[in-house]
């Protein structure tokens, strides 16, 4: 069955970085676009990252561009959000998901930004 199983977080000053992963099975990762998404206290999830199956093209929240870096490694199938400049407002739980005739996600790693 599928699995994606983030890691990665965890608290950090405002301006620090952090490089999450998202380690997967159960499909041909390959072959599949990986997105990031995350989601504050109180409000909706949103998408922050989105990456082709080739990772080729890149997709990203006007909020991040500039900061965030969507990578995968298909041969390990692993997909990978790096996160620079943090600030307080990206605080919030990242999930990896797939798309493949149902949204799937991960169990969530918590990010805190602050001082």
């Known amino acids: 069955q599928v699995q994606l199983v983030e890691s990665g977080g965890g608290l950090v000053q405002p301006g620090g970085s952090l490089r999450l992963s998202c380690a997967t099975s159960?499909?041909?990762?390959?072959?599949?676009?990986m997105s990031w998404y995350r989601q504050a206290p109180e409000k909706e999830r949103e998408l922050v990252a989105h990456?082709?199956?080739?990772?080729?093209?890149?997709n990203y929240d006007d909020s991040v561009k500039g900061r965030f870096t969507i990578s995968r490694d298909n041969a390990e199938n692993t997909v990978y959000l790096l996160m620079n400049s943090l600030k307080p407002e990206d605080t919030a739980v990242y999930f990896c998901?797939?798309?493949?005739?149902?949204?799937?996600w991960g169990q969530g790693t918590q990010v805190t930004v602050s001082s």
């Open positions: 990456i082709t199956s080739a990772g080729d093209i890149t």
């Open positions: 998901s797939l798309w493949r005739l149902t949204r799937y």
């Open positions: 159960g499909f041909s990762f390959s072959r599949y676009a």
